[in-house]
């Protein structure tokens, strides 16, 4: 039989295996190093929990690692529901964080649509500007024509 050190590691490595967040509990069961010694080394050196690591990813995709985070969770609690006695306020707790998940998706997804509301808009008026761009260079050869024929006077800017 497996001792306990053992078992930890390999419960550590598996959890690790199917996506479950590091933490220094897993990391000391698989290393067979002390909870503190890691703890200590990831100060010294920085290290950032996964969770922690939102550089350069979008809210979208930060939304979706909270989701997942969740749904590890909600499988977590049916997992330790032994007998079908589950623990009320952790699934509370799982429940609220979902909604908010949920409602941050939204605000995500609303953003992305005034972006796209406003690149439609931005490409509107360039389409607008373009246009008046264009009328004023057909004016300008209109009026030039105009007085080079001798019918508009240069001076007084208009037909004559």
């Known amino acids: 039989m497996a001792s306990a050190r053992t078992a930890a590691a390999w419960a550590s490595m598996r959890a690790l295996f199917e ?57 977590a609690i049916q997992k330790d529901g032994k007998g079908g006695v589950y623990d009320k306020a952790r699934i509370e707790t799982v429940a609220a964080l979902m909604r908010a998940v949920e409602k941050a998706g939204e605000i995500v997804g609303a953003e992305a649509g005034m972006q796209e509301q406003q690149k439609k808009t931005d490409a509107d008026k360039a389409d607008i500007l373009r246009r008046i761009d264009e009328r004023i260079v057909e004016l300008a050869r209109f009026f030039a024509d105009e007085i080079v024929a001798g019918r508009a006077d240069p001076g007084r800017g208009g037909a004559g």
């Open 19 to 75: 996506g479950a967040a590091p933490d220094i509990a897993q990391l000391a069961a698989i290393s067979g190093r002390q909870v503190d010694t890691i703890r200590r080394r990831a100060a010294r050196e920085g290290w950032r929990a996964l969770a922690d690591n939102t550089d350069g990813i979008s809210q979208a995709e930060r939304v979706v690692r909270l989701a997942n985070q969740m749904i590890d969770e909600m499988e």
